[in-house]
């Protein structure tokens, strides 16, 4: 992938398009009819939700999966994950998380992860599983501590629009998150990329223009692609 690093990143979006200088990558759901034609500035990821997890079969996810990944049309599996809240019974959810977690091994493809009240669990699944690919919690909102639990055994965090209220928890520590461990997403909340930029180069105290470079530099990494404009 021979991304520019001049580009502003949305790590995860689902329906938005890419602004003339950005980058989005498409979480689509997997149960769903859709196309992907990637032009250079729309990349995909595929995965079943929990909030869906009851509407394939195990069997089905891993064949419209592994379609995807022979014909090149995903960079990564997801989202996928864990959601104590809302969604299919536990168990359901549990043993489809643990598909999407058996692909993203055998493809060596790394793992886009839904999560909400299950960050134990889903740190517990990261050491039993020994997984060896990328995971990254996309929207992460949770505790300083948890933040550095999960960057501590390998994960990478994705940050939505919750840097910008000052009650937000990621609010105050944010900044003091590793800048090679990090992504910025719209997901589907009415914010921009540029202004998550903004937001998030005054806290770090960096320019825009190293940030863009940064997140780039995170995606290579998070691919195990070392490929940049």
């Not at 938005?16 to 997997?30: N, R, T, Y």
């Amino acid at each position: 992938m021979n991304l520019s690093k001049d580009f502003y990143l949305n790590f995860h979006a689902h329906q938005q398009e890419p602004g003339e200088d950005e980058i989005v990558i498409q979480s689509q759901f997997l149960q769903q009819n859709f196309t992907m034609q990637s032009d250079g500035k729309i990349f995909y990821t595929a995965g079943l939700h929990p909030w869906h997890a009851g509407q394939m079969s195990l069997d089905q996810i891993e064949k419209k999966l592994g379609k995807f990944i022979s014909e090149k049309k995903i960079i990564a599996i997801g989202e996928s994950g864990l959601d104590k809240l809302k969604g299919a019974k536990w168990e359901t959810q549990f043993q489809v998380f643990k598909k999407h977690i058996e692909i993203s091994e055998k493809f060596q493809l790394p793992l886009v992860i839904h999560s909400v009240k299950a960050h134990n669990e889903i740190l517990k699944l990261k050491k039993d599983t020994r997984a060896r690919s990328n995971w990254v919690i996309h929207n992460f909102t949770g505790s300083k501590q948890m933040a550095m639990d999960f960057i501590d055994h390998g994960f990478y965090l994705s940050i939505c629009h919750h840097i910008k209220n000052k009650n937000s928890r990621i609010n105050h520590f944010f900044h003091q998150l590793p800048k090679d461990k990090i992504f910025l997403e719209t997901d589907d909340f009415d914010i921009s990329i540029k202004e998550l930029y903004q937001i998030a180069a005054d806290k770090m105290e960096i320019s825009i223009e190293k940030l863009k470079l940064q997140l780039i530099l995170n995606l290579q990494a998070f691919l195990n692609d070392n490929k940049t404009g």
